[in-house]
């Protein structure tokens, strides 16, 4: 009987199903909160480039997050917030000095192009497991690691502007390494990579690569300066603090 046991549960172990991947991603360690200098490097089809640099603060995972863009001058003072909800529709705003309003972002248009870069405002939400449904695809190397691969299908109810996305994910720390994303028509339209490092007892994204391969761009955003677990108030993240720059 002992002999049954042991032959039978590397089954029970190793069978997890594409839901049970996407909840152990959602679970994984990370800080309470972050703070880091951001570089965003937007390059066109014909090679042009231009460069943001930010402020990011962020709580729970990114649950709650601003961002205050410092650089270049002509859009220093422009900054977003993002608060995600589990039952209702995410709070995006953005903050624009020039014409002395705030921008709030509907459902309607988390399609739209964050500042211009290959990332839309869907795409700086966290996916919540239960707006997804889950297909775990066979497993795969890359860049010398062990992944699962998965695929993502959003809801009917999330109205979201992809049809699914694939994702390769690090076994050892269940980190996304690399992602497709398929838009409404299902054709291939983005695809990002991601580098990490450790800091302390976590693995923090480093740097993202992002290919628009319809538009034919690219997105680059490099994160430094990063410091975890400041303490930062749940007060921060209220519409009163995206006019004010923390450059103090």
Known sequence: MKNIILMFFPILVFSQSGRDIAEMIENRHVPDDLINQTVMILTNSKGKTRTYKMISKSKNGSEKQIIWFIEPKDDQGISFLKIEHENKDDEMRMWLPAFKKVRRISSKKKGDSFMGSDLSFEDLSNRGVNDNDYKRLEDTNLLGRDCY????????????????????????????????????????????????????????????????????????????????????????FQEMSLRRLPLD
Do not use: A, C
């Not at 109205?159 to 409404?184: A, F, G």
């Open 149 to 236: 691969v998965l695929e993502t299908i959003p809801k009917k109810e999330s109205k979201s502007n992809y049809t699914r996305h694939v994702s390769w994910i690090d076994k050892h720390h269940m980190n996304i390494l690399k992602e497709q994303s398929y838009n409404r028509k299902n054709k291939l339209e983005k695809e990002k990579y991601y580098s990490y490092e450790k800091k302390g007892e976590y693995r923090l994204i480093q740097k993202v690569n992002v290919k628009n391969l319809i538009k034919e761009q690219t997105t680059e955003i490099i994160f430094s300066d990063i410091v975890i677990n400041s303490g930062i108030s749940d007060k921060l």
